[in-house]
C-alpha cells in the first residue's frame, strides 16, 4: 500500500501536479534567472535569498534577505497579505490568478516565472523564532492608514 502511494506522488510530481495545500509553509528561493541574464544561485554564494511563507488559512508573507559585507543580515519585507492556489491557479495579494505561476517539480521544489525572471523554489524548515521574525517584519510592511496620513502630512509635504 506504501509503495503504490510513494509511486502515485513520483508521478503527480512528475508531471508538475501536487495537492494544493503542499504550499503550506516556508520557502526560499534557490535560483533566479532573468531571461537573456546567467543564472544566479541564492544563498552563501551571492550573499542573497528570498522568503515566502504560506499559511493554511491564505496568510502570505514575502521578504528579500541579504549579508552585508560585514556579515549581517538584512531582511527587506516585500509584501504581507493572502494567497490562493487552486488547481493551478495561483495568486499573492489579491493579483489576478496566473494559471501555472507555481509548477511543482518535486513535494519541495517549485519553479515558476514573474516578469520574465525565472525561479526555483525549496521547501524548508525553519526555526520558529527566524519564521516569526521575518513575518513580523513582513508585516510591518502594511503601515496603518492613520500613520500614512501623519507620514504625508509631515515628511512629504
Same mark, same amino acid.
Given at each position: 500500500m506504501a509503495l503504490a502511494l510513494i509511486g502515485a506522488l513520483q508521478v503527480n510530481a512528475q508531471t508538475g501536479k501536487m495537492d494544493d495545500k503542499e504550499i503550506i509553509g516556508t520557502w526560499i528561493m534557490e535560483s533566479m534567472q532573468w531571461e537573456g541574464e546567467k543564472k544566479t544561485?541564492?544563498?552563501?554564494?551571492?550573499g542573497y535569498s528570498q522568503f515566502k511563507y504560506y499559511?493554511? $488559512? +491564505?496568510? %502570505?508573507?514575502?521578504?528579500?534577505?541579504?549579508?552585508? #559585507?560585514?556579515?549581517? /543580515?538584512?531582511?527587506?519585507?516585500?509584501?504581507?497579505?493572502?494567497?490562493?492556489?487552486? $488547481? +493551478?491557479? %495561483?495568486?499573492?495579494?489579491?493579483?489576478?490568478?496566473? #494559471?501555472?505561476?507555481? /509548477?511543482?517539480v518535486d513535494k519541495t521544489t517549485t519553479k515558476g516565472t514573474w516578469m520574465k525572471r525565472h525561479d526555483i523554489w525549496k521547501k524548508v524548515t525553519l526555526p520558529d523564532k527566524v519564521v516569526k521574525y521575518i513575518m513580523d517584519c513582513c508585516k510591518t510592511k502594511n503601515t496603518p492608514a492613520d500613520v500614512q496620513l501623519l507620514i504625508k502630512q509631515n515628511l512629504f509635504k
Amino acid at each position: 500500500m506504501a509503495l503504490a502511494l510513494i509511486g502515485a506522488l513520483q508521478v503527480n510530481a512528475q508531471t508538475g501536479k501536487m495537492d494544493d495545500k503542499e504550499i503550506i509553509g516556508t520557502w526560499i528561493m534557490e535560483s533566479m534567472q532573468w531571461e537573456g541574464e546567467k543564472k544566479t544561485m541564492c544563498g552563501k554564494e551571492s550573499g542573497y535569498s528570498q522568503f515566502k511563507y504560506y499559511g493554511a $488559512d +491564505g496568510e %502570505y508573507a514575502c521578504a528579500e534577505l541579504a549579508l552585508t #559585507k560585514e556579515g549581517k /543580515v538584512v531582511v527587506m519585507p516585500h509584501e504581507y497579505g493572502t494567497y490562493s492556489l487552486k $488547481d +493551478g491557479w %495561483y495568486s499573492e495579494m489579491g493579483r489576478e490568478p496566473i #494559471k501555472d505561476a507555481i /509548477v511543482w517539480v518535486d513535494k519541495t521544489t517549485t519553479k515558476g516565472t514573474w516578469m520574465k525572471r525565472h525561479d526555483i523554489w525549496k521547501k524548508v524548515t525553519l526555526p520558529d523564532k527566524v519564521v516569526k521574525y521575518i513575518m513580523d517584519c513582513c508585516k510591518t510592511k502594511n503601515t496603518p492608514a492613520d500613520v500614512q496620513l501623519l507620514i504625508k502630512q509631515n515628511l512629504f509635504k
